[in-house]
């Protein structure tokens, strides 16, 4: 199959704002893939916006200046893929300019058609709405089994791409190889969203289980014997990365187990560090050897989903906490509170967040655990910060945003330059309805190039659009968080548009220094 027929439907699917239709136009392009089960595996990774060897060291820098594009199509899906997996595993003296060259060997042998939609799947812009759950109806539709037996294999699997080639090569009968199985990582539950600790009990409705929210990184522990390996919520094994969490398990009184639990650093006095020195143990560049003597992680269990040859993955919580609660010590279990009062439970939340937490998951003790899916029975509670930043410039959108400026630049007020430092960017909270006004907002700031704004390195010349610093936007967002990316040494933590304030000027919106104090108080 031809790179240009993942490039057309990728285009088409973006293009339509119907989910039957993306669903049968995926279908209709895994059917073409069915008889190679690689095949349909790589076409999936793509079109959900992944690559199979997830980093290859790409990035825009690279992408900024490629060949002229090929007249006519004639790259294969495989044969890029494995371009792929050749530019990931180069290394040593000379590496930069041997996977400059083999990139540029590939996109001077692709479209133009093509060569946009490898730059969006190589930088992470691929949005075309093909969306877990589009994507999976998309398998079960090519390959005609139920779409249910499909969530299923994938939530046990782990990975939708090798539940597609298992659907599409065998069938129902090749869904089945996907159990819950220790040493296989299983898709995390993940949470709803409530506004505080009332419309989470409302939501519940009755007595839930509150828990402390750590600021850390989530991993699920598989032990067997004396083998541990652990999993980022991605699914990558970062075992060697993690020994203190390894020796935490082997300590654990059980045969069999997977886990779901927070790995965190601790100060002295139990305050967590910046979220940032946590990540850093989990970046592929860590020296595997020196993990011993870098900062020790915590663990904290907060969930079991196998224990000694019981699966637990369909028992309510109560259950699944009461098997947790008999093999992991209480200092490596996240604080709770089983309640039904407001009052306890704001409580609860009020001193999770002085201790330095991010918040409280509130939990029904009846909900089983609804892997690889955001369930109704886990919801999370943690404060909302907002600012008021100056757009500095905006990026043309893809797929359904074709057309549309979409990625906005954010810039903070520096009062003593006059000018603005960038915090990142977004295009998350953005209506159809936004996307059209500022559109056509950006398009009449674009005349004259923004004066006074601190922003990175562009992308590809023409994918970002600089406007004058005069159009101010309320954001909100979780944190803020070191950054060597942006000159201010710092970013915003999930950053998403709330609206647009015409009713303030620059002069009004938000200056670094409030950002920074917010950044210390997170130290």
Known sequence: MLLSDVAAASAQVGASS??????????????????????????????SGELPQRQIGVGWAALR?????????????????????????????????????????????ATEAE???????????????????????????????????????????????????????DGEAGLQQFTLEVGRPVGPMLAQTATGVAQALERLSGAALFEAKLDGARVQIHRAGDAVTIYTRSLDDVTARLPEVVDAALAWPVTELIADAE????????????????????????????????????????????????????????ERIAALDSIIPDDQRVDRLVTDDVDAAQEFLDATLAAGHEGVMAKSPTAPYEAGRRGAGWL????????????????????RRTGKLSNIHLGARDPETGGFVMLGKTF??????????????FLELADGAAQGATSEPSPPDGYVVKVRPEQVVEIAFDGVQTSSRYPAGMALRFARVLRYRDDKSPAEADTVDTVRALHQRSE
Not at 19 to 30: H, Q, T, V
Not at 292 to 304: E, G, N, Y
Request: net charge positive; proline share 5%.
């Open 263 to 318: 790995a965190i650093a601790l100060r002295p006095d139990n305050r967590p560090h910046r979220f940032q020195v946590t990540a850093s143990r989990f970046g592929r560049s860590v020296d595997i050897a020196a993990a011993r003597t870098a900062q020790p992680l915590s663990v904290f269990v907060f969930d079991v989903l196998h224990l000694d040859g019981v699966d637990l993955l369909d028992r309510p919580t109560s």
């Open 65 to 109: 200046s490629v060949p002229a594009p090929a007249a006519e199509p004639s790259l294969t899906v495989l044969e890029v893929d494995a371009r792929f997996s050749e530019i990931g595993a180069v290394a040593g003296k000379g590496s930069q300019a041997r996977r400059a060259g083999l990139l540029a060997d590939v996109f001077g042998r």
């Open 380 to 399: 999370k509670v943690k404060p909302v910060h907002t600012l008021d930043l100056v757009v500095l410039a905006v990026e043309w959108g893809s797929g």
């Open 428 to 441: 998350k909270g953005m209506t159809d309805a936004m996307l059209e006004w500022q559109t056509a907002r």
């Open 18 to 47: 119907s989910r039957l239709a993306k669903i049968a136009r995926i279908a209709e392009l895994l059917r073409l893939a069915s008889a190679d089960a690689r095949l349909v595996a790589v076409t999936v990774s793509w079109l």
């Open 115 to 169: 060569q946009t939609f490898l730059r969006r799947l190589l930088s992470g812009e691929l949005r075309q709405g093909a969306l877990v759950g589009v994507m999976a109806d998309a398998v079960a539709k090519a390959a005609d089994v139920p779409a249910a037996a499909v969530r299923r294999a994938a939530m046990l699997g782990g990975a939708l791409p090798a539940v597609a080639a298992a659907a599409l090569t």
